[in-house]
């Protein structure tokens, strides 16, 4: 259904993430020189510290709601009306997103909402981490 | 550097404004650097550093026949044209040119000879982080933060709805204003949805225009008529992502832009007459009056529905309309520069009476970066 949405081009520094995707995994980074903290998106240093000693390690997939926008303009891929939103992950960073399996109403999107990552097959290469209701029916 | 040794010797807008479909691009930008050399009585060989966003500053030296010693080319959104009014000021000072022409030129609406809208190249961290999930232009990238906002200072729809009802005030006022007839709350509550919670009326407008300043150095201003010194300034940037500024509750390059330009010009607050914000939707003045610090976090919205920024009130904001009401041509920030200097010379279709400085705020792309300018007409402050 989402053949036709805009799809991400990996680069080398980003490949860890998308490759996660693909194996049903939510990949962050982190800093291991001492700050020890978790960011996104990928890079080969720590943005806080500027350290290159970091590793990649598996996210819980928890987040919450921190805001998003419904456009009431459809857009190749997107039927109108839909929620643009920005989630904070449980280890920290936030990431851009879609909210499914949930009504695209300010009704049903309630700030600060638990949520969970649901994994979105695009093609061979490319899976999106897209957010549901946590305990959504599954 | 010095507060008042840069003076804007020269400011003009493009000759119409809103809907000029005979201009393209460039011709927008050099009809309005003719009025600018105009107004300050220069001709072009006068001009020996070029500033602009959008065209290249190289392609607009050759139209105008500049053979410049200084250009500058900072191209962050639409706040670009104030940060060539402070990179300017900062070359006039080193002495590494004397006497410099801004401009910005936009056929927003009429789309004649124009950029298209910037789209993230392949690969690019927002087109592999933030186009997948349908982004499609400001009104969906800018407005994202603005639930957070309402949700943690209790903001609601119609106190939002109150930020284009009393700048239409002020729009009905100016004869050169897209839009001037009086709109209700329950008016901008009723427009169209664009990207909730933003209504039509909430969104600027998408326009024809340009405008430009020449700026020298304050020794030289005696010679030119009504000169505006260049008090302060301040810059700063945070993200081209939206979803990765550090918050939704205050842009951080607001707070460093404007206490920076506070700290140069040396001024308070309560000095401050008059101040534009750069206003591309409805929730940005509310992050500038609180980031700028003239009100509390939280407080702006209460402090513009108590009509503090509204004709009659105590510090009259966007006195030309705004982006929302005079004229947006996608970079907004020279029409917040050009207001700022009619204010300071006593010139605007809504003079602010006897004020004698200015707060010109601009933002870059969606709280990307910003610029922040003190305009005085007072030699020395």
């Known amino acids: 259904m989402d053949a036709s949405r805009p799809l991400p081009t990996p680069t080398p520094e980003t490949a860890h993430f998308w490759e996660g995707t693909s194996q049903g995994e939510l990949r962050l980074q982190r800093c291991d020189a001492g700050c020890g903290a978790a960011y996104f998106p990928p890079r080969a240093f720590c943005p806080r510290c500027g350290s290159r000693d970091v590793s990649v390690f598996r996210a819980s997939g928890d987040a919450v709601l921190y805001s998003y926008t419904i456009s009431h303009r459809s857009i190749p891929g997107f039927e109108a009306p839909y929620a643009i939103a920005v989630v904070t992950l449980a280890e920290g960073p936030r990431m851009m997103t879609n909210i499914v399996e949930c009504e695209q109403t300010p009704q049903a999107l309630q700030l600060d909402m638990p949520l969970e990552v649901v994994f979105a097959r695009q093609n061979d290469a490319i899976t999106l981490p897209l957010f549901r209701p946590k305990g959504a029916a599954r | 550097m010095k507060p008042n040794t840069i003076a804007v010797v020269g400011a003009a807008e493009t000759t119409d404004m809103g809907h000029i479909p005979n201009l393209s691009q460039i011709g927008l930008n050099a009809d309005a650097a003719l009025n600018a050399l105009a107004d300050a009585g220069l001709t072009p060989g006068d001009i020996d550093g070029v500033a602009t966003a959008g065209e290249s500053p190289i392609a607009l030296c050759h139209h105008l026949g500049i053979k410049p010693a200084w250009i500058d080319a900072t191209t962050v959104g639409g706040c670009s044209f104030m940060m060539h009014v402070r990179h300017a000021a900062a070359a006039i000072h080193a002495g590494q040119c004397k006497t410099v022409l801004v401009t910005h030129g936009e056929s927003g609406r009429s789309r004649q000879g124009a950029l298209p809208f910037p789209i993230p190249y392949?690969?690019?961290?927002?087109?592999?982080?933030?186009?997948?999930?349908?982004?499609?232009?400001?009104?969906?990238?800018?407005?994202?933060?603005?639930?957070?906002?309402?949700?943690?200072?209790?903001?609601?729809?119609?106190?939002?709805?109150?930020?284009?009802?009393?700048?239409?005030?002020?729009?009905?006022?100016?004869?050169?204003?897209?839009?001037?007839?009086?709109?209700?709350?329950?008016?901008?509550?009723?427009?169209?949805?664009?990207?909730?919670?933003?209504?039509?009326?909430?969104?600027?407008?998408?326009?024809?225009?340009?405008?430009?300043?020449?700026?020298?150095?304050?020794?030289?201003?005696?010679?030119?008529?009504?000169?505006?010194?260049?008090?302060?300034?301040?810059?700063?940037?945070?993200?081209?992502?939206?979803?990765?500024?550090?918050?939704?509750?205050?842009?951080?390059?607001?707070?460093?832009?404007?206490?920076?330009?506070?700290?140069?010009?040396?001024?308070?607050?309560?000095?401050?007459?008059?101040?534009?914000?750069?206003?591309?939707?409805?929730?940005?003045?509310?992050?500038?009056?609180?980031?700028?610090?003239?009100?509390?976090?939280?407080?702006?919205?209460?402090?513009?529905?108590?009509?503090?920024?509204?004709?009659?009130?105590?510090?009259?904001?966007?006195?030309?309309?705004?982006?929302?009401?005079?004229?947006?041509?996608?970079?907004?920030?020279?029409?917040?520069?050009?207001?700022?200097?009619?204010?300071?010379?006593?010139?605007?279709?809504?003079?602010?009476?006897?004020?004698?400085?200015?707060?010109?705020?601009?933002?870059?792309?969606?709280?990307?970066?910003?610029?922040?300018?003190?305009?005085?007409?007072?030699?020395?402050?």
């Open chain 2, 122 to 381: 392949r690969g690019q961290l927002e087109q592999q982080f933030e186009m997948p999930f349908g982004i499609a232009g400001a009104p969906t990238m800018f407005t994202i933060p603005a639930l957070r906002y309402m949700k943690t200072f209790g903001v609601t729809e119609e106190m939002l709805a109150t930020v284009p009802v009393i700048q239409r005030e002020w729009a009905a006022l100016n004869p050169r204003a897209t839009l001037r007839t009086p709109v209700t709350v329950e008016d901008v509550l009723a427009s169209k949805i664009i990207s909730y919670p933003f209504r039509l009326l909430m969104c600027c407008l998408v326009s024809d225009g340009g405008g430009a300043i020449i700026l020298t150095s304050a020794d030289r201003a005696a010679d030119f008529a009504r000169p505006v010194y260049i008090a302060g300034t301040g810059e700063s940037a945070e993200s081209t992502m939206v979803s990765q500024l550090e918050s939704y509750d205050s842009s951080r390059a607001f707070r460093m832009s404007g206490a920076a330009a506070f700290a140069e010009a040396g001024i308070r607050h309560a000095d401050v007459d008059h101040l534009m914000i750069y206003d591309a939707f409805a929730h940005i003045p509310l992050y500038g009056l609180e980031d700028l610090g003239f009100c509390k976090p939280g407080e702006a919205a209460d402090f513009i529905r108590d009509r503090h920024t509204a004709p009659g009130g105590a510090l009259p904001v966007n006195t030309n309309g705004g982006g929302l009401s005079y004229a947006h041509s996608g970079m907004y920030g020279m029409y917040v520069m050009q207001e700022s200097i009619r204010q300071m010379r006593g010139v605007a279709p809504a003079q602010v009476p006897d004020a004698k400085i200015s707060v010109a705020h601009g933002v870059a792309g969606w709280f990307s970066g910003s610029t922040t300018i003190v305009f005085t007409n007072q030699a020395q402050l």
